[in-house]
């Protein structure tokens, strides 16, 4: 009789890695199953990790920042290379690596390498090049995550036709591109590309970029993005993809427009793992997407088989996919204790400049009714906002109008993602918009954005 694990986890992102952790941190048998060389998932491998050290390296060496503060433009190498790109986020990547397997190694968690298949409820085939070997378990977590889409029209190459995980596969950096797709993975990369120079043209079907955000921050972003040269075609759709004679690239528009440039990178949303799982055999069904539905839980309809991460649909994150790993984790083993709002979980877009976000947005709260005011700070009424030299940042927090408690905080600008956390923080602690008021801030910092924005929307509360 071999081993009977107390959890298997097939998948070894963020979401599978907490799981795997957490169950082993009570003192669980627990087995990793991953198909790919190394552990990591997309996030470390090709998407967060990959696509944010490429971010800090452009604006690093294309001297964004100094051009922000001295207004003229300065490179710290004339010519960059994606090989000067890749060489960065190829080292990032390695240690990222490193410090997983060591954590998982730490905690006694056995890997398993290869392709992973359900054989029934409590058994998993791995199948890797030396055969195929069946495991037990009492508790299986799908962690599998997802894939790009994928267009049959739309031919992609590795090489002048990419997706977010061939982006390094550029050889030389292009002069122009057309980027299809403007949810967030389309607009981080439209703007990486933008602040090097390229000339992209970012197509996307919507009549307006990243939908869930709060508009008056995205018409701050299409502000940026015009300024660096960005067309936008908006209610536009890509109907297929052609390469040209020339080595070049056409996109042709459902319009019958066409646009042609050198290299295009194709973002439309990605497809669920799952084909390779053998779903059938448990009785659990996915969609057209490969999404796997499961209850508040993460149980799927089988209740010895937990599903989370990215293969469960919405947000599709590296930090709400740990959560989930973790809280499926805990409940497979019949531990309640963990408890966790996902009104509270916060969005961080790494566009040039960033967004970060909370709560609800302007739009949201006019669909509920609700009755509320904002308050707004602009980095260049802030002392820290002039000296890092950003003056185009602001700050935007919303406000229950009788309660003042707070709605939702909306950033665009330097640090946002980690200037949130502020808000987050007194959101989830029940605290009020007086709190800024009340509370001193170190001086200068970009934290005084909530203090400012506080007054000012107290101001307005004031007025009517
Ligand atoms: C370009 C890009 C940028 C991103 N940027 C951010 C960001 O800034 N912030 C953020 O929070 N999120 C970001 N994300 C999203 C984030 O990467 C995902 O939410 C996260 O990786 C999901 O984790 P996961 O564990 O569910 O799946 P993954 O990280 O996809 O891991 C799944 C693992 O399962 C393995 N696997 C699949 N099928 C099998 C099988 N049958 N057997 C064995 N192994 C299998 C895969 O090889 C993979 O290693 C980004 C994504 C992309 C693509
Ligand atoms: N900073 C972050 O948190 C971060 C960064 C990158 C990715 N991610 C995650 O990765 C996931 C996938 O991102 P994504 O940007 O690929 O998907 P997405 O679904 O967010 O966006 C795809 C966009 O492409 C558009 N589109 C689809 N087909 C089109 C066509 N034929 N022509 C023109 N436009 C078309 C859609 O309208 C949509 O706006 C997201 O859910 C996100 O959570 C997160």
Do not use: W
């Not at 991953?34 to 998932?41: A, I, K, L, N």
């Not at 448990?282 to 209740?303: A, C, E, L, M, Y």
């Not at 905080?409 to 640090?415: D, F, L, S």
């Not at 918009?433 to 005084?448: H, M």
Request: aromatic share 8%; hydrophobic share 40%; glycine share 10%.
């Amino acid at each position: 009789m071999g081993t009977v694990y107390d959890l298997i986890v097939i998948g070894s992102g963020p979401a599978g890695q907490r799981a795997a952790i957490y169950g082993a941190k009570l003192g669980k048998r627990i087995a990793l199953v991953e198909m790919r060389e190394v552990v990591g998932g997309a996030c470390i491998n090709t998407g967060t990790i990959p696509s944010k050290t490429m971010r800090e390296a452009v604006l690093h060496l294309s001297g964004y920042n100094y051009k922000s503060i001295y207004g003229m433009n300065y490179r710290v190498k004339e010519r960059i290379t994606m090989a000067d790109l890749a060489f960065r986020v190829q080292h990032v990547i390695k240690t990222e690596i490193d410090v997983t397997e060591a954590q998982l190694s730490r905690n006694n968690i056995e890997m398993l390498v290869g392709v992973a298949s359900f054989e029934d409820a409590t058994h998993v085939k791995v199948t890797n090049t030396k055969g195929s070997t069946i495991y037990e378990a009492k508790n299986i977590l799908i962690a599998t995550g997802t894939k790009p889409a994928t267009s049959a029209k739309v031919p992609i190459n590795g090489t002048t036709i990419i997706n977010s995980d061939l982006v390094l596969n550029l050889t030389t950096l292009p002069k122009t591109m057309i980027i299809v797709g403007g949810g967030v993975i389309g607009v981080e990369y439209c703007c990486m590309f933008a602040a090097l120079g390229v000339r992209v043209t970012l197509i996307e079907r919507r009549p307006r970029l990243l939908e869930f955000a709060d508009q008056e921050i995205i018409e701050a972003l299409s502000y940026h993005l015009r300024d660096a040269r960005v067309t936008m075609r908006l209610n536009e759709e890509v109907e297929s993809v052609e390469e040209m004679a020339d080595g070049t690239v056409v996109a042709n528009l459902e319009s019958k427009k066409k646009v042609q440039a050198d290299a295009l990178l194709y973002a439309v949303g990605r497809q669920g793992n799952v084909d390779e799982l053998n779903l059938a055999m448990v009785g659990v069904d996915s969609d057209s997407r490969g999404r796997i539905p499961v209850d508040k839980d993460f149980r799927t309809k089988q209740p010895t088989v937990f599903a989370v991460g990215d293969v469960i649909g919405f947000p599709s994150l590296a930090s709400v996919s740990m959560e989930q790993g973790r809280i499926a984790a805990a409940r497979a083993f019949g531990d309640e204790s963990i408890v966790s709002n996902p009104s509270f979980y916060p969005y961080g877009i790494y566009t040039i400049p960033e967004i970060s976000f909370i709560g609800k947005t302007e739009e949201q709260l006019t669909e509920e009714d609700v009755p509320y005011e904002v308050g707004v700070a602009y980095y260049r009424e802030i002392a820290r906002g002039q000296i890092r030299g950003d003056t185009t940042g602001r700050l935007k927090i919303i406000f229950h109008r009788e309660s003042h408690a707070l709605l939702g905080v909306h950033i665009i600008g330097e640090g946002a993602s980690e200037l949130l956390h502020i808000g987050q923080a007194v959101m989830a602690l029940g605290g009020k918009l007086d709190y800024f008021v009340e509370t001193v801030f170190n001086y200068p910092t970009l934290a005084e954005c909530y203090k400012v924005a506080a007054f000012n929307g107290l101001n307005r509360v004031a007025n009517v």
